[in-house]
């Protein structure tokens, strides 16, 4: 079991920059696959980024070149750095983890095969 807490939303104008966090408790976080996905209002939630055990990354191509999602295994956290911020890019961001029995390089970009979300934070970019 593990539970996920994200932070670091919050207002900014089309161009600038936030930092999300997801914070992790429980189960040793190095052994899970990670992922960041957004809800836009009206709109499924979509795939973001995501990152492998391994370090291993991919991304949504809307996002691809101005987010960059990342882990600190010694704080249990999980980061997604957003430069270059859009209107379109406003929505709920959610972490994700994926448990796994054994070291892999594979991320996973699809949300059914996440087990474990954060509540979400909100971000908002102004025109």
């Known amino acids: 079991q593990v539970q996920l807490v994200e932070s670091g939303g919050g207002l900014v104008q089309a161009g600038g920059s936030l930092r999300l966090s997801c914070a992790a408790s429980?189960?040793?976080?190095?052994?899970?696959?990670m992922g960041w996905f957004r809800q836009a209002p009206g709109k499924e939630r979509e795939f973001v980024a995501a990152i492998s055990m391994r370090g291993n990354t991919g991304y949504a191509d809307s996002v691809k070149g101005r987010f960059t999602i990342s882990t600190d295994n010694a704080k249990n956290t999980l980061y997604l750095q957003m430069n270059t911020l859009k209107p379109e890019d406003t929505a709920v961001y959610s972490c994700?983890?994926?448990?796994?029995?054994?070291?892999?390089?594979?991320?996973?970009?699809?949300?059914?095969?996440?087990?474990?979300w954060g509540q979400g934070t909100q971000v908002t970019v102004s025109s």
């Open positions: 994700a983890a994926r448990p796994l029995r054994y070291n892999s390089n594979i991320y996973y970009t699809d949300q059914r095969n996440y087990d474990y």
């Open positions: 429980g189960r040793t976080f190095s052994t899970y696959a």
